[in-house]
């Protein structure tokens, strides 16, 4: 699947039809990408950091929608405004069909 010129490779339970696609992954099933990752990688911009405990909420910007990971031991920490890229395993994501 093409998604804002890169692609993404995720599961699907039987045969999709259409353009209307909704993309699912768990926010602690998102990263920070590695530099070699080609797909599967979202560009976003940082709107926000909330810290739980030891868990660190960043509030990303994707395309005009907000995405929400979840991550443990985040150093160096980056600020709003910073540009990041997102990864996630394909076997993390599930591919549904919108109405």
């Given at each position: 699947?093409s998604?804002?010129g890169?692609?993404?490779?995720?599961?699907s339970r039987?045969?999709?039809h259409?353009?209307?696609?909704?993309?699912?992954?768990?926010?602690?099933?998102?990263?920070?990408?590695?530099?070699?990752a080609?797909?599967n990688?979202?560009?976003?911009t940082?709107?926000?950091?909330?810290?739980q405990?030891?868990l660190?909420?960043?509030?990303?910007?994707?395309a005009?929608?907000a995405v929400?990971?979840?991550?443990?031991?985040?150093n160096?920490l980056?600020?709003?405004?910073d540009?990041?890229a997102?990864?996630?395993?394909p076997?993390?994501?599930?591919?549904?069909?919108?109405?």
């Amino acid at each position: 699947m093409s998604c804002g010129g890169g692609l993404i490779n995720a599961f699907s339970r039987g045969g999709l039809h259409g353009n209307n696609k909704l993309l699912c992954i768990r926010p602690q099933h998102m990263s920070l990408a590695p530099r070699s990752a080609t797909s599967n990688r979202l560009n976003a911009t940082l709107t926000s950091v909330h810290w739980q405990g030891d868990l660190t909420h960043l509030l990303c910007d994707v395309a005009g929608e907000a995405v929400r990971i979840v991550m443990t031991h985040v150093n160096p920490l980056p600020r709003a405004g910073d540009k990041l890229a997102l990864y996630f395993e394909p076997g993390d994501a599930v591919l549904i069909e919108v109405q």
